[in-house]
C-alpha cells in the first residue's frame, strides 16, 4: 500500500472517530521496539501510529502477559483482541479501550 493510500485510510478512521465515539477493531499486530519512540498498532490491517512505550503499558494494562522479560512484548497476547480506540489530529494513537472495558489514555 502506498504511503498516501495509508494517508488516506488513517484520515478516513480520524473523521469516523469525531463522528462516532472511536473506531471498532481487532488488533492483529503491533511493531515496535523497546529502543524505538514509534510503533504501529496494527488494527483490522491499518497500522496506527503510536508512542511506543505508552502504548506498550497501556496494552499490558489491559491484556496481561504483552509484556515480558527483556524489553520484550508477546504479540500473541493481543492478537484478536477487540478495541475501540481514537487518534489524534495527526493520526496517532490517542485511546484504546477494550470492548467491554474502560478507557486508557496512551499519551
Known amino acids: 500500500m502506498s504511503h498516501e493510500g495509508n494517508d488516506q485510510i488513517i484520515d478516513d478512521a ?3 472517530a469525531e463522528e462516532t465515539e472511536g473506531i471498532e ?3 492483529l499486530a503491533f511493531r515496535g521496539s523497546w529502543d524505538s519512540g514509534l ?4 488494527v483490522d490491517g491499518i497500522p ?3 508512542h511506543n512505550s505508552t502504548t506498550v503499558r497501556c496494552l499490558d494494562s489491559h ?3 504483552f509484556i515480558i522479560e ?3 512484548y508477546d504479540e500473541n ?3 484478536g483482541k477487540r478495541i475501540e480506540y481514537t487518534v489524534d489530529d495527526f ?3 490517542e485511546t484504546l479501550t477494550p470492548v467491554a472495558s474502560g478507557a486508557n489514555e496512551v499519551h
Open 14 to 16: 480520524r473523521d469516523n
Open 25 to 27: 477493531g481487532t488488533i
Open 39 to 42: 510503533a504501529h498498532l496494527v
Open 48 to 50: 496506527v501510529p503510536c
Open 63 to 65: 491484556f496481561p502477559n
Open 70 to 72: 527483556g524489553h520484550g
Open 77 to 79: 497476547a493481543i492478537i
Open 91 to 93: 493520526g496517532v494513537l
